[in-house]
């Protein structure tokens, strides 16, 4: 598999760190959301301490009331949630332009968006119906650890997304991004659990050129990166035909359910340059909707 994060991925960055930094410069307020109605000392909300936050937001009564460590949310200051599910199936190391690392620069580009304007991010693995979550992050800082743990990302196993989100904890109402290639047969499912948690979903659709356009001629072995099992077939000019018909379908069914869960559909195909991705896909998806 190609290196996820290149000299290349850096330079764009950079650029996309100077992009923000504009937005933020007209007005456009990427620190948290505001709710305001007073003034900064109005608090709106608690939620439990997690590591890395700021003690002095304590509150001791609460603690003394119910045994656990809470902070207090100010109006002005109130974080987003923000959820990134990556697919980490097997069916996601393929193209030549591979699809595996196209996804996790997407991932990585959105965290960079949500760590700059001062939000919470969970960087979630969906791996063969399991979870990988291993913390919350929050604050530019954060951004090298949310690289190292992206770089080593393993592509393999089946694709089980469903089992894998019902295992999520989901506190409150926040931003979901699934990034997946959609091949899975519970997508619907997927999306109603989202939903029933109270989430944005944002769907990235992340596919080859190759399964657009399959360059396959005459009598070839497919094979199913994620179950091994093999189909011969002829790839005749009608055979070609069908699949590119169901093909066709398969993008429609996710269009569609996105559009039935009120949810933001972004077609990614892994060959886009970076400049496509960071300034095209990404500017369609924000923490502040």
């Known amino acids: 598999m190609d290196k996820i994060f290149d000299s290349e991925f850096y330079s764009k960055l950079h650029t996309l760190r100077m992009s923000i930094a504009m937005h933020l410069a007209a007005g456009m307020s990427g620190g948290r959301k505001s709710n305001a109605k007073g003034n900064s000392v109005e608090f ?171 360059f396959y001629e005459g009598t070839v072995n497919l094979i199913d990166s994620e179950t091994a099992g093999e189909m011969r077939m002829t790839m005749s000019a009608s055979a070609l035909k069908t699949y590119k018909n169901s093909y066709q379908n398969f993008i429609r069914s996710m269009e569609l359910l996105c559009k039935k869960y009120s949810a933001i559909y972004i077609p990614v195909s892994s060959d886009d340059s970076l400049d496509a991705l960071f300034f095209g896909a990404l500017a369609r998806i924000s923490p502040r909707r």
Not at 103 to 124: G, H, P, T
Not at 162 to 170: A, P, Q, R, T, W
Not at 179 to 192: A, K, L, W
Request: proline share 2%.
């Open 44 to 214: 709106s909300d608690f939620r439990e301490y997690q590591l890395g936050d700021d003690i002095r937001r304590i509150d001791w009564n609460a603690y003394g009331r119910f045994d656990k460590l809470y902070i207090k949310l100010f109006m002005e200051e109130k974080e987003g949630i923000f959820q990134i599910f990556l697919d980490t199936s097997k069916s996601m190391d393929f193209g030549k332009a591979n699809k595996g690392v196209c996804a996790a620069r997407i991932a990585a580009a959105l965290s960079y968006v949500v760590l700059e304007n001062s939000d919470r991010l969970y960087l979630n693995l969906l791996k063969e119906g399991r979870l990988e979550c291993p913390k919350s992050y929050t604050g530019k800082q954060s951004f090298s650890k949310v690289i190292d743990y992206l770089e080593n990302v393993k592509f393999e196993g089946a694709g089980d997304l469903l089992s894998g989100i019902h295992l999520k904890k989901f506190d409150r109402r926040g931003m979901s991004v699934l990034i997946s290639d959609g091949y899975c047969e519970n997508m619907e499912e997927v999306f109603r659990y989202m939903k029933f948690k109270n989430q944005d979903i944002v769907f990235v659709h992340v596919l080859a050129p190759e399964e657009k356009n399959p």
